[in-house]
């Protein structure tokens, strides 16, 4: 049932934005409980970690086949089954008690990462083009305020209440959220109808765990071992199955000629490194906040004080995401993703000469999400502009995909970092401060080559002009997103 309401565009965004904020939490949910996790599940500490492996491998399966499903099937219908799903995952893990009913749990909250994609597409369809770009950055916003606020919140209710009390929280406004969607927002009109590909899911699946896992796991199993190299091999054999695939199939499940037209291919590239550096922030902050000062950079800070410190990052992104909006509504996708990156990487090389305070550490995390929230305003925006409508969700979930790619490159890089650049503080080894500098210097790279990709982007929607194709002018508006910066009556 559905009250058929109109919403104003603030409720609409709103309903949208806590969803997306639900599946950033996820991905911080657990990390307080880490080093606790072993004790409470009998479980030894590697197979704990696959409670933080799980959510991403599923995250990033559901993500392209749920956003495909949802321009097919109905985008308001594939958002409350992936919220379902999430809750029941919640559920679970509060109920199980033990190691496998956790595991399952975590997984099942991975679903809700393609969230994110198809509410994008949802305030496509549903608000005006004045408040379009505001929603997209509140939108994209939640993706580094969750990760920055899920750890102090995580940490508060974990000490308060109890480890399940983290699981029965997300599964509460879980609860909220799909009577809330049930009732208040209507199904989209926009349709792409045909048969949904099957094995391009399932190759897809294939490469992307397999590379994920080769990844996340590559620290822990060495990066020589066989099963890493066997993992990539696979990823990359599936890979060269899937694309011909792809290109073949009259119903792809990525349409890769929309993916590689010139403004996506380059949008969804620079997205991959802004990703690599917002991941690389939240790192090596918390790495300069608590490792002890013997190691010559460490500030020493308790888990609790250094959680609060994390908070002003999370709170800047949320804070700067109408700044973003008006920067996308006056200048354009192109400019504004250029800004933000390049706000990231001088930031970053403002950090390799000052992180010897606390205030320097939060100032540096800070402006390091000021940029993060700006690009990633501009992404989604930019990609819109280039695919067709009936694409939208499907698109924006490839664009979201890169950004967890580039997030699990960096997660992998540091950690390669860390390990191989150490000090030993009391019989305990720590990166070194020639672990943080090279890292800091990682994202003045990483955001470099953003910008450098980013320039190449055209200025308009398409790589190439076409002439105005006669339209209704409120249709031509409708069409129009807010990276879109061609002429009124250009059709996607």
């Given at each position: 049932m559905t009250l058929n309401l109109r919403l104003p565009a603030w409720a609409t965004t709103g309903i949208l934005t806590l969803c997306g904020m639900v599946v950033s939490l996820q991905q911080t949910l657990v990390i307080p409980l880490l080093p606790d996790l072993p004790r409470i599940l009998g479980v030894s500490s590697d197979d704990a970690s696959w409670l933080v492996t799980a959510t991403l491998l599923t995250g990033a399966v559901a993500t392209p086949i749920v956003s495909r499903m949802a321009d097919m099937y109905g985008k308001r219908r594939m958002l409350l089954i992936s919220l379902a799903v999430l809750t029941s995952g919640s559920l679970i893990a509060a109920l199980g008690g033990s190691f496998v009913p956790m595991l399952v749990g975590r997984a099942m909250q991975g679903f809700g990462a393609s969230l994110i994609p198809v509410g994008m597409s949802i305030m496509r369809d549903e608000l005006p083009r004045e408040?379009?770009?505001?929603?997209?950055?509140?939108?994209?916003?939640?993706?580094?305020?969750?990760?920055?606020?899920?750890?102090?919140?995580?940490?508060?209710?974990?000490?308060?209440?109890?480890?399940?009390?983290l699981f029965w929280s997300a599964a509460a406004v879980g609860a909220v959220l799909l009577v809330t969607i049930r009732l208040l927002i209507n199904e989209s009109p926009q349709r792409t109808p045909g048969r949904f590909d099957v094995v391009g899911a399932l190759v897809l699946s294939v490469v992307l765990v397999g590379l994920l896992l080769a990844l996340s796991k590559g620290a822990s199993w060495g990066w020589t071992s066989g099963r890493v190299l066997g993992l990539t091999a696979l990823s990359l054999?599936?890979?060269?199955?899937?694309?011909?695939?792809?290109?073949?199939?009259?119903?792809?499940?990525?349409?890769?000629?929309?993916?590689?037209?010139?403004?996506?291919?380059?949008?969804?590239?620079?997205?991959?490194?802004?990703?690599?550096?917002?991941?690389l922030n939240g790192l090596v902050t918390t790495q300069e906040l608590q490792v002890p000062t013997d190691t010559g950079y460490g500030l020493a800070l308790p888990v609790a004080v250094a959680g609060l410190a994390m908070v002003p990052g999370g709170l800047m992104m949320l804070v700067f995401s109408p700044v973003a909006s008006r920067m996308l509504n006056r200048w354009g996708g192109k400019p504004t993703l250029i800004t933000g990156a390049t706000i990231m990487g001088l930031t970053y090389l403002w950090r390799v000469f000052?992180?010897?305070?606390?205030?320097?550490?939060?100032?540096?995390?800070?402006?390091?999400?000021?940029?993060?929230?700006?690009?990633?305003?501009?992404?989604?925006?930019?990609?819109?502009?280039?695919?067709?409508?009936?694409?939208?969700?499907?698109?924006?979930?490839?664009?979201?995909?890169?950004?967890?790619?580039?997030?699990?490159?960096?997660?992998?890089?540091?950690?390669?970092?860390?390990?191989?650049?150490?000090?030993?503080?009391?019989?305990?080894?720590?990166?070194?401060?020639?672990?943080?500098?090279?890292?800091?210097?990682?994202?003045?790279?990483?955001?470099?080559?953003?910008?450098l990709v980013g320039t190449l982007i055209p200025a308009r929607g398409h790589g190439r002009k076409r002439a105005p194709a006669p339209a209704e002018p409120a249709e031509a508006e409708t069409d129009r997103t807010p990276g879109d910066e061609r002429p009124a009556g250009v059709r996607p």
């Open positions: 408040k379009l770009s505001g929603g997209i950055a509140l939108m994209s916003a939640t993706l580094g305020i969750g990760a920055a606020l899920g750890l102090p919140l995580s940490g508060v209710l974990y000490s308060a209440f109890g480890w399940t009390s054999a599936a890979l060269l199955v899937w694309v011909p695939h792809q290109l073949r199939t009259r119903e792809p499940m990525v349409n890769l000629r929309t993916a590689f037209r010139r403004p996506v291919l380059l949008t969804n590239l620079s997205s991959y490194f802004v990703g690599f550096g917002m991941f000052n992180s010897d305070t606390v205030l320097e550490v939060i100032l540096g995390n800070m402006f390091v999400s000021v940029g993060t929230a700006t690009a990633f305003a501009a992404m989604p925006a930019l990609v819109m502009a280039s695919a067709p409508r009936s694409e939208t969700a499907s698109a924006n979930g490839l664009n979201t995909l890169v950004r967890s790619l580039g997030t699990s490159s960096g997660s992998a890089v540091v950690a390669l970092v860390f390990a191989s650049l150490t000090v030993d503080v009391n019989g305990t080894v720590f990166p070194s401060a020639r672990a943080m500098d090279l890292s800091h210097w990682l994202g003045v790279a990483a955001c470099l080559v953003s910008v």
